[in-house]
């Protein structure tokens, strides 16, 4: 049995010990008693571990190199270009980026990780590679995989049977691109397929959706629509949706209502979607976010994720959520010090109730004893500084711990 001290657990005041036995929480609390083992956290910020619900592992890196630049910076030529160049993919060059994705995201305190997954591909490369490295991995990070067409669910051939197939070899989650489709109608019934199809699985359902700038892309509307009439909603996810950022305040305000009915999930990805919207605009150039907040303050649920890594889309990322949480704040109008405070379950809890491995998450007794520690000693100094990750504890064992950085050289003034 071992015990951490001295823990400023996140949203939990009247804790400051985690008692672990066995890999899992066997109490949190006060005073919780003798152990074989005491770790003094010297009132660290204790969270969940961050969770990263949006990332394309089999897409990593692919944008480094002489010639891979997307020189357009929009979503369309990131298609074209990783088209090309998948056809000389293996699944030993798969595993290589995504295993160095998976190091780099973990060793910034991600412990679970939704990963779309390219099944536009007769051979299945990229699905296979991940199924492997998802059990290779599982004592490290929590994988979850999305049989996604990004070519197409009709533009590219054959895509229906490849999604089937990959949710026969053991794909998560179900995914789609009905903005990508040849036409509304095209979109439209692109979902109503991948949902019967899900439903027909039982799997989760996550779509790229309405990742554009017109206000009038409306897939948002049908996904919605589809997984209400067959009470799908907690299972499925809605990832981008920037054009819901940009559409008509009347008719988002319907939209609300739908969604509390539907309880619908939300994913946005700050850092890219800032980065591949408002290509078309002039000025005013438009942020490429969905509605965070008002999702939020409608009673869905909305994750921020990093969605790629130097890849045809986006030339940065490492996997730091801090990153990706700051920009985001920036960018949805977090401003007031109670909003700021509650901002780590953007990327901790929400993503793991998007993911459904809530019942496993979380520092409560019984469930696995995983948590990470900041270098800070609140949630509000630990977004201001963004503060980095010291330790990640899987199971009850640090994965890693690192200590704080700290000047070599000091003038006396920063001593
Ligand atoms: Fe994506």
Same mark, same amino acid.
């Given at each position: 049995m071992k015990k951490f001290i001295n823990a400023r657990i996140y949203g939990q005041d009247e804790a400051d010990?985690?008692?672990?036995?066995?890999?899992?929480?066997?109490?949190?609390?006060?005073?919780?008693?003798? +152990?074989?083992?005491?770790?003094? @956290?010297?009132?660290?910020?204790?969270?969940? /571990? %961050?969770v990263d619900p949006h990332l394309h592992l089999d897409y990593i890196f692919s944008g480094l190199g002489e010639g891979n630049a997307n020189i357009s910076g929009t979503?369309?030529?990131?298609?074209?270009?990783?088209?090309?160049?998948?056809?000389?993919?293996?699944?030993?060059?798969?595993?290589?980026?995504?295993m160095e994705g998976i190091r780099k995201e973990v060793s910034h305190g991600v412990q679970y990780i939704r990963s779309h997954v390219d099944i *536009?591909? /007769?051979? =299945?490369?990229?699905?296979?590679? &991940? &199924?492997?490295?998802?059990?290779?991995?599982?004592?490290?990070?929590? @994988?979850?995989l999305v049989a996604f067409p990004q070519e197409g669910f009709f533009r590219f051939e054959g895509a229906e049977e490849l999604l089937e197939k990959a949710l026969d070899m053991g794909a998560d989650v179900a995914g789609g691109i009905p903005h990508f489709e040849i036409s509304y109608e095209h979109g439209a019934e692109s979902l109503k397929r991948i949902v019967d199809l899900a439903v027909k699985y039982d799997v989760m359902i996550?779509?790229?959706?309405?990742?554009?700038?017109? /206000?009038?892309?409306?897939?948002?509307?049908? =996904?919605?629509? @589809?997984?209400?009439?067959?009470? %799908?909603?907690?299972?499925?996810?809605?990832?981008?949706?920037?054009?819901?950022?940009?559409?008509?305040?009347?008719?988002? +305000?319907?939209?609300?209502?739908?969604?509390?009915?539907?309880?619908?999930?939300?994913?946005?990805?700050?850092?890219?979607?800032?980065?591949?919207?408002?290509?078309?605009?002039?000025?005013?150039?438009r942020r490429g976010l969905t509605r965070v907040k008002e999702l939020l303050?409608?009673?869905? *649920?909305?994750?921020?994720?990093?969605?790629?890594?130097?890849? %045809?889309? %986006?030339?940065?990322?490492?996997?730091?959520?801090?990153?990706? &949480?700051?920009?985001?704040?920036? @960018?949805?109008?977090?401003?007031?010090?109670?909003?700021?405070?509650? +901002?780590?379950?953007?990327? *901790?809890?929400?993503?793991?109730?998007?993911?459904?491995?809530?019942?496993?998450?979380?520092?409560?007794?019984?469930?696995?004893?995983n948590f990470i520690v900041l270098d800070a000693n609140d949630a509000y100094g630990a977004i201001r500084e963004r503060a980095d990750v010291l330790a990640s504890v899987r199971n009850g064992e640090y994965l890693f711990k690192r200590a704080p950085k700290t000047n070599e050289i000091a003038h006396d003034f920063l001593k």
């Open positions: 010990e985690m008692l672990v036995e066995d890999g899992n929480f066997k109490a949190v609390g006060k005073n919780l008693g003798d +152990a074989d083992e005491v770790i003094d @956290l010297e009132n660290q910020l204790v969270l969940s /571990p %961050y979503l369309f030529e990131g298609i074209q270009r990783w088209s090309d160049n998948k056809k000389t993919l293996t699944k030993e060059m798969v595993r290589e980026r995504a *536009t591909d /007769p051979e =299945l490369t990229g699905m296979k590679a &991940l &199924l492997e490295v998802r059990e290779e991995l599982k004592e490290v990070v929590t @994988l979850q996550d779509i790229h959706c309405d990742e554009n700038d017109d /206000p009038n892309s409306r897939f948002l509307e049908v =996904l919605n629509a @589809l997984v209400m009439e067959k009470d %799908y909603g907690q299972k499925t996810t809605a990832s981008h949706t920037c054009s819901f950022g940009s559409a008509d305040n009347s008719y988002a +305000a319907k939209m609300m209502g739908l969604f509390k009915e539907s309880n619908i999930n939300f994913i946005s990805c700050p850092t890219e979607n800032a980065h591949l919207q408002g290509r078309t605009d002039s000025y005013p150039k303050e409608n009673g869905n *649920t909305v994750a921020f994720a990093q969605d790629s890594i130097a890849d %045809y889309w %986006y030339p940065l990322g490492n996997g730091n959520m801090m990153n990706i &949480l700051d920009n985001g704040i920036h @960018l949805a109008h977090y401003t007031h010090i109670d909003e700021i405070n509650k +901002a780590f379950d953007l990327v *901790t809890i929400n993503g793991a109730k998007v993911m459904q491995v809530e019942e496993q998450y979380g520092i409560e007794s019984d469930k696995p004893a």
